[in-house]
């Protein structure tokens, strides 16, 4: 059986090709920065989006024919729509997936009958895995859809709510252990408010790091050593979401002793809404040595909401893998399509074409991204740019030997600080202009 006839491998044909099933520019095996590119990106599928998504928007219900798919809540449905999974990842040569508990198994009536429903896909995972190579980047749970979370999980006023979601995601570690998961994330989902009038924040944030620290202590028991993420986004579903953005993610966990134990799992979309670019993100993260994986999307110039599209932009991409390059790259995180083709684009194939751009958008960012580096230029004039602060007076600050009034004593003898330099802004903007 196969749920794509006429898609074979995608293969690398080089950026001469016309075939639109084909990679121009990810080619696994090419060297780039002394690392194969397979390495170096990472690539990982979303189960959530690539195999449950329907299309539904506010407007309307799905309009994503999926002919593998009957519909039902079934475990056999399941099954096999993870075998079809595993044929779409192996068709298009992505080295990993992500997926949350309740994306590969329906939900029983309790949650022992939820867990027996998980095992026996996991199951499937687990050989789909082994006959075809393709690993678990990160395991997740889902702790927003269910209503018992409609207030939060960890941060629900109902410790109830809290306990359901501590086993829940007590599971989803032991599957993700299971399947030799080289991570696991928290996304806040509903953790943060809608209203202030019903919301002890103070408390429901302590609730929070409680929380972070038994997955953390769990982990710990179980000898699951993967690295934990969070994943920062500042609204949707709440209108302000307590994860909001990498430097408050990081702030939350320095101020509850977590900092040790997460990285960031950063998404491109979720930087926008936050009203930063992804490359502010990620220098947030990576000059703090939090720097984890990524959720590869983009949102809309025009809507204002998380539309998750496919990264096609070069320029993004080259500022992303700028930045990974900089900070030592992503392993063992991932560029990860947290992404979902249009409600328009229907069909099966939407989700090669998808995929296959998003790659080589990486794969030219990528090589875009390691030519800059090796001209060097842009480092060179942004080294030059800090330049008083290599010797003299600004060496001195840097080390500490003066203060207000030593600092106040040159100034008086001088009368004015040195002339400013230009910051060339325009020209650096031409400078990258010319490795596009
Ligand atoms: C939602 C998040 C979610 C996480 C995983 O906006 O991006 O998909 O990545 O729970
Ligand atoms: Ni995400
Ligand atoms: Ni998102």
Redesign the pocket.
């Known amino acids: 059986m196969t749920a794509f006839p006429d898609v074979g491998r995608i293969l690398f044909e080089g950026p001469a090709s016309k075939n639109l099933l084909a990679f121009r520019y990810y080619d696994a095996d090419e060297m780039v920065e002394g690392a194969a590119m397979r390495d170096q990106l990472r690539f990982s599928v ?1 189960y ?1 989006h690539t195999f449950r998504g329907q299309g539904a928007d506010p407007f309307g219900p799905g309009t994503a024919l999926r002919p593998w798919d009957d519909g039902s809540e079934s475990i056999e449905n399941a099954k096999n729509r993870a075998r079809v999974a595993f044929e779409f990842i192996e068709k298009l040569g992505a080295p990993f997936y992500t997926f ?1 508990d309740r994306d590969v198994a329906p939900e029983g009536s309790s949650l022992a009958e939820t867990n027996k429903n998980l095992d026996a896909v996991v199951d499937v995972l687990e050989e789909e895995q082994q006959r075809t190579g393709i690993k678990l980047l990160w395991g ?1 749970a ?1 702790l927003f859809s269910n209503p018992r979370y409609m207030h939060g999980a960890a941060t629900s006023p109902n410790c109830e709510a809290f306990a359901f979601a501590a086993a829940q995601v007590k599971k989803a570690i032991e599957v993700t252990y299971r399947l030799g998961g080289e991570g696991y ?1 928290l ?1 806040g ?1 509903r953790e943060g408010y809608q209203n202030l009038w019903n919301t002890d924040m103070a408390r429901e944030l302590d609730h929070l790091a409680q929380f972070l620290h038994m997955a953390i202590d769990y982990a710990k028991e179980i000898g699951f050593t993967g690295q934990f993420y969070i ?1 920062p ?1 500042p609204k ?1 579903p709440t209108k302000h979401q307590y994860d909001s953005d990498a430097a408050a993610c990081l702030n939350f966990l320095r101020q509850y002793d977590l900092l040790d134990h997460f990285k960031l ?1 950063l ?1 491109t979309n ?1 930087a926008t809404l936050a009203g930063h670019t992804m490359q502010h993100e990620l220098e947030v993260a990576g000059s703090t040595g939090a720097l984890g994986s990524i ?1 590869a999307n983009t949102g809309d110039l025009l809507l204002g909401w ?1 539309t ?1 599209q496919f990264p096609t932009d070069i320029y993004l991409t080259t500022q992303c893998m700028l930045s990974i390059l900089k900070y030592g790259g992503l392993n063992p995180g991932g560029v990860n399509f ?1 992404a979902k083709v249009r409600r328009e684009s229907f069909e099966p194939i939407d989700l090669f074409y998808a995929h296959i751009g998003a790659m080589d958008a990486f794969a030219r960012g990528l090589k875009i991204a390691a030519d800059i580096r090796a001209d060097g230029r842009l480092q060179e004039l942004l080294a030059e740019r800090y330049s008083s602060w290599d010797d003299g007076l600004g060496a001195e600050i840097t080390v500490g030997k003066h203060d207000f009034a030593s600092l106040e004593k040159i100034m008086l003898d001088k009368g004015e600080a040195e002339a400013n330099r230009s910051g060339r802004q325009e020209m650096l903007e031409n400078l990258i202009n010319t490795y596009l």
Do not use: A, S
């Open positions: 979303v959530w949350h997740t889902n994330t996304w989902g994943e986004k949707e799992n998404e979720h959720d998380d998750d947290d």
